[in-house]
């Protein structure tokens, strides 16, 4: 069974510039959550998405939206890019809402 | 504000020697845990769980210990290879799939 799947693994923008992320989680998986990987700060929690719905949703700010498709793909989307925005996101599929999470291999952004 | 902490950001073993990474939280509606392992330019790879009706959950090689009322978990490596170093995060979820990490600990098992 194919993993995680992450598209583009890395990728290079400037500041106020808006990106769009995009995520395929394992097949038959219905519950994508999204993190964003610092150094200082470890993985924070973006937003889970189960169904096509927003389930849950960490203490980012407006900038960073998502959404899921009805095959489970996912997006996510930061608009305004900051130089702070430079991280690993990582996003996780996992069969229900409540279960054990598989992560795909991560997109490396940076912004310049 | 980090619900989850891991206060140790390296830890050296000697290979066949036992690896201790420990995980304090602070949020008493946590109540199930995990342990990711992370190699360079690769995902998080699900390790072990304990969920909070449980004290103890062993896999092998692997036991997680959970002591509720110090709100502290632990992860046992015994015997650490040199291939289990990584870097270790812990993550708490209040149930639901909202996972609060903490920001790892680099293990390196010297041969």
């Known amino acids: 069974k194919a993993g995680v799947t992450q598209t583009p693994r890395y990728l290079i923008k400037t500041r106020g510039q808006q990106v769009t992320l995009s995520c395929s989680p394992i097949?038959?998986?219905?519950?994508v959550s999204w993190y964003q990987q610092t150094p200082g700060q470890g993985l924070q929690f973006l937003f889970e998405?189960?169904?096509?719905?927003?389930?849950n949703k960490g203490n980012f700010p407006g900038r960073f939206s998502g959404r899921q498709f009805s095959n489970s793909r996912s997006e996510m989307n930061v608009s305004t890019l900051e130089l702070g925005d430079s991280a690993l996101y990582l996003c996780?599929?996992?069969?229900?809402?409540?279960?054990?999470?598989?992560f795909g291999p991560g997109t490396r952004l940076t912004v310049l | 504000d980090q619900q989850v902490k891991q206060n140790s950001p390296s830890l050296s073993v000697q290979e066949g020697r036992i690896s201790i990474l420990n995980c304090d939280y602070t949020?008493?509606?946590?109540?199930?845990f995990l342990w990711y392992k992370k190699y360079p330019a690769e995902g998080p790879t699900f390790l072990i769980s304990?969920?909070?009706?449980?004290d103890k959950n062993e896999d092998g090689r692997f036991t997680v210990f959970l002591n509720k009322s110090a709100k502290h978990l632990s992860l046992h490596i015994v015997p650490s290879q040199p291939g289990d170093s990584a870097v270790y995060f812990c993550?708490?979820?209040?149930?639901?799939?909202?996972?609060?990490f903490g920001t790892g600990t680099s293990l390196t098992v010297i041969p």
């Open positions: 993550a708490a979820s209040p149930s639901g799939n909202q996972f609060y």
């Open positions: 949020n008493s509606m946590f109540d199930y």
């Open positions: 304990i969920s909070s009706i449980k």
């Open positions: 097949s038959g998986h219905r519950s």
């Open positions: 998405y189960f169904s096509e719905t927003q389930r």
């Open positions: 996780a599929s996992s069969l229900m809402t409540d279960g054990e999470q598989f």
